[in-house]
């Protein structure tokens, strides 16, 4: 993945691995190469966990 990718973008591209391929925050993030702790609060915040 470009590491440049737009923050929407990621957005999208966590919650569709998470949700839809039911994937794991650290495949998420290795598959990305960004932070797991980034795919989490993705993750929290679509869920309406986090502000």
């Given amino acids: 993945m470009a590491p440049a990718l737009s923050h929407q973008v990621l957005v999208e591209l966590v919650l569709t691995l998470w949700f839809q391929d039911r994937r794991d925050t650290h495949s998420i993030a290795a598959e990305l190469q960004i932070d797991e702790q980034q795919v989490c609060e ?10």
């Fill in 42 to 51: 993705i993750i929290e915040q679509s869920e309406g966990r986090r502000p």
